[in-house]
């Protein structure tokens, strides 16, 4: 019987070669990040990054992020300064992508940027992506290996289920540690938290020791798009089910256990509650509940993060 699952394949020197041929072709892979799986191209190449926006089915004015081994690779690309010095010591290789001037000289394609002056670049710290990016001379163009609009994806059956033989390549690196998308800041100006995640505001404001601008911000990252992370079925933040055909999504020990009910984190962890949330979703939907209600979680931290995933999953 030929293997279902015959374009995920188990990380290891043949495949890593394969996949480097294929992504200097142009052609597009699913690889795993520490924050949830990617749908990666050629940034340099318009070809491979036409194809990310095609098979996702994403706006084309929705950039891109931009994934790099390190800081030694970025300076043909983007404009540093003090405060992304500041933070790529710190946080770096990590969840945390940062919004900077693009330079005249950039080879990312425009399509990957929206026509911005600015890009969004990320250092990905799961070892096989950044063994990929060590052996390749250009930056994978990399957004979430979902449909657009939809749930994002944390191990390689996820990626499978939204695009099944359309990739050539799945690698499976075994279920995304972190679980959400990274924080996203602007560095083009005075600091701004673009997208929450598990890197927070208060560890970022305590390394920069700056003040954060409020300003209204354009969209110059994912995640800005006021639906997003859409589970296939309505989500109802902040209230509670009123029949057993409708999931309840909570969050702490003080929930009894129901057939409906499904519990983020039981200790009340914040981390494991982002780590369990899109794969709860997926879980949800695949029993066959037809509305998703949310309780509320602790509006700080990760849970800042997890929040904005099911506001906008409510949209």
């Keep these: 019987m030929k293997n279902f699952y015959s374009n995920i394949y188990s990380f290891n020197r043949k495949i890593l070669k394969k996949t480097v041929i294929s992504l200097k072709k142009g052609k597009i892979a699913g690889l795993p990040t520490e924050t949830v799986y990617g749908l990666a191209g050629n940034a340099y190449l318009r070809k491979a990054v036409l194809k990310i926006f095609k098979i996702k089915k994403r706006p084309k004015k929705n950039p891109l992020i931009i994934h790099y081994h390190s800081i030694k690779d970025i300076n043909h690309d983007v404009v540093l300064n003090d405060n992304f010095i500041k933070l790529y010591k710190k946080f770096c290789p990590g969840p945390l992508t940062f919004v900077l001037k693009k330079t005249k000289r950039s080879k990312i394609t425009t399509l990957a940027t929206a026509n911005l002056r600015t890009v969004a670049i990320r250092f990905p710290r799961h070892k096989i992506i950044r063994n990929i990016l060590k052996q390749i001379d250009f930056p994978l163009a990399m957004p979430s290996a979902n449909l657009s609009s939809k749930i994002s994806p944390i191990n390689a059956f996820d990626v499978f289920d939204d695009f099944k033989k359309k990739l050539k390549i799945i690698i499976n690196g075994g279920n995304s540690r972190i679980g959400i998308e990274s924080t996203v800041i602007d560095l083009t100006e005075s600091p701004k938290i673009l997208r929450p995640g598990v890197i927070s505001s208060s560890e970022i404001k305590k390394c920069l020791k700056c003040k954060f601008s409020k300003k209204k911000s354009q969209l110059r990252s994912p995640g800005m798009l006021k639906k997003h992370y859409y589970p296939g079925i309505p989500v109802i933040f902040g209230k509670?089910?009123?029949?057993?055909?409708?999931?309840?999504?909570?969050?702490?020990?003080?929930?009894?256990?129901?057939?409906?009910?499904?519990?983020?984190?039981?200790?009340?962890?914040?981390?494991?509650?982002?780590?369990?949330?899109?794969?709860?979703?997926?879980?949800?939907?695949?029993?066959?509940?037809?509305?998703?209600?949310?309780?509320?979680?602790?509006?700080?931290?990760?849970?800042?993060?997890?929040n904005d995933r099911l506001l906008k999953a409510a949209n």
């Design 240 to 306: 509670k089910p009123k029949n057993s055909s409708h999931a309840y999504i909570v969050f702490g020990k003080k929930y009894e256990k129901h057939d409906n009910y499904f519990n983020l984190s039981k200790k009340a962890d914040l981390k494991e509650a982002a780590t369990n949330l899109y794969k709860i979703m997926r879980i949800i939907k695949k029993k066959g509940f037809k509305k998703i209600f949310v309780s509320k979680l602790p509006n700080k931290g990760v849970g800042l993060a997890i």
